[in-house]
């Protein structure tokens, strides 16, 4: 985000230093437009300050409401991980935790993970006009899932079509439900759904078409 300040000294020089004591940032960070040079006056009657406009690249101020919660939320779970931010576009930012024991911020099959980036979105989105989806990972939890669950989706599927019969997977969220759904999509002879409730809700790998269009994935999750 794009902001500028004006500031005035004696000189330039001192009217961007100042400006740079004031926002904390280095020279190479801002770019300086002279709005007014210096005027020196006569025996420093009518002299006037030069007046600078500095411009600087400001961090949105949803991303520091991100980072400050999840490294507060870290913190009173007990770890010194902390929160990396990366803004992907104006909706929706990567959260990366970076420390020691990870594992426990994952949990079992990424729970933890999951609540904390549950609490996090409402959090930053209660109460504000923008909404931002905000993913959290560590230690490429999500992709190395990501990876396991189409694997296992299309093991499965091969099963089923060998022995012509449905098979029910172990209970899942519907995040990696939709990673089930979506593998099999396109594999002739095998439908997918879901049962059950959450948080035992389960997919359901079938041979053929699925009986009830109505839990059939592409219509209801």
Do not use: C, W
């Not at 770019?31 to 500095?54: D, H, M, N, Q, W």
């Not at 959290?136 to 060998?162: F, P, Q």
């Not at 997918?192 to 359901?204: A, C, D, I, L, M």
Request: charged share 30%; hydrophobic share 35%.
């Amino acid at each position: 985000m794009k902001k500028s300040i004006e500031a005035t000294g004696k000189t330039e020089e001192e009217a961007i230093s100042a400006a740079l004591a004031l926002l904390g940032l280095e020279r190479d960070e801002i770019s300086v437009e002279l709005l007014e040079r210096s005027k020196p006056g006569f025996l420093g009657i009518g002299a006037s300050p030069a007046r600078i406009r500095v411009s600087y690249e400001a961090e949105d101020d949803s991303v520091s409401r991100t980072r400050d919660f999840v490294n507060g939320l870290l913190k009173r779970m007990g770890s010194s991980a902390v929160s990396e931010v990366t803004v992907v576009d104006d909706s929706n930012y990567n959260v990366n935790l970076k420390g020691e024991g990870l594992g426990s911020l994952i949990g079992r099959r990424g729970e933890t993970l999951d609540a904390i980036q549950h609490i996090t979105n409402y959090a930053v989105n209660r109460g504000s006009s923008k909404h931002i989806r905000i993913n959290i990972d560590a230690e490429d939890y999500r992709s190395k899932r990501e990876e396991a669950l189409g694997a296992l989706a299309h093991k499965t599927a091969a099963k089923v079509l060998k022995y012509r019969r449905n098979m029910t997977l172990e209970p899942m969220n519907s995040y990696e439900r939709h990673i089930i759904h979506t593998a099999l999509q396109d594999v002739d002879g095998i439908s997918t759904y879901s049962v059950g409730t959450e948080p035992n809700r389960k997919v359901v790998i079938a041979y053929g078409k699925a009986k009830s269009p109505r839990q059939d994935f592409r219509k209801r999750k």
